[in-house]
């Protein structure tokens, strides 16, 4: 009976510290990290560089049930769309072309220069988000990463070096996405995939850092 109680002794010695390192492995692992705002995390009415030759600043989001947008190139009355089983999220954005002399961006609008994309597994300090008023809120929701909606009313719009212009995006999302409850992100870039390898995109989160 001794000797199964020193037995018994040893293997816990030997077992929990193994145990110990098994379940801080897992916690590093699986649980999310908090992360607080970086120098390069942009967010509400914040100025952000892009590719070193714009300025875009997010001024507004929100969600809609319906939207108004110029569905064809030639057309002079927008069409309203409503959701059903999805509903819309707008951005409006503020875009300056800094005013260099040699120009080497100028490029129009398409619907994918903007993108909204999940912000999953990441805890943001912080920031106002919706009805999280502690500045702290952590995104479960994932979702694939989406194209703006096609809009004449800025689509092929150039914006010359030394102008600005405030234009609204709009992207379809499903009906449990909402800037109320899940952390999204807008990403801008005026390159294509392919054109990108050494520009760099820009992400804005939307929600309002707590100064």
Not at 64 to 88: A, M, P, Q, S, Y
Not at 125 to 143: R, T
Request: proline share 3%; net charge negative; glycine share 4%.
């Amino acid at each position: 009976m001794i000797s199964w109680y020193l037995n018994l002794a040893l293997w816990k010695k030997i077992l929990y510290p193994v145990l110990l390192v098994i379940v801080i492995v897992l916690i590093i692992i699986f649980v999310p990290k908090y992360d607080k705002p970086q120098k390069n995390c942009i967010f509400l009415n914040e100025k952000a560089n892009l590719h070193g030759e714009y300025y875009i600043t997010v001024t507004d989001f929100k969600d809609c049930d319906n939207i108004e947008i110029l569905k064809n190139k030639d057309d002079e009355v927008k069409t309203k769309l409503f959701g059903t089983d999805k509903h819309f999220i707008s951005v409006t954005i503020l875009l300056e072309h800094i005013n260099v002399a040699n120009p080497n961006e100028t490029k129009p609008l398409k619907p994918n220069t903007f993108k909204l994309k999940d912000h999953t597994g990441v805890q943001i300090g912080n920031f106002n988000f919706g009805s999280k008023n502690d500045g702290l809120a952590l995104s479960k929701k994932d979702f694939s990463t989406t194209d703006a909606i096609e809009d004449y009313s800025w689509v092929d719009t150039l914006i010359l070096p030394g102008e600005k212009k405030t234009i609204t995006i709009y992207f379809e999302v499903e009906k449990d996405i909402s800037t109320n409850n899940t952390i999204t992100v807008l990403e801008s870039d005026l390159f294509s995939f392919l054109e990108s390898e050494n520009h760099l995109g820009t992400d804005i989160v939307l929600a309002q850092r707590i100064q």
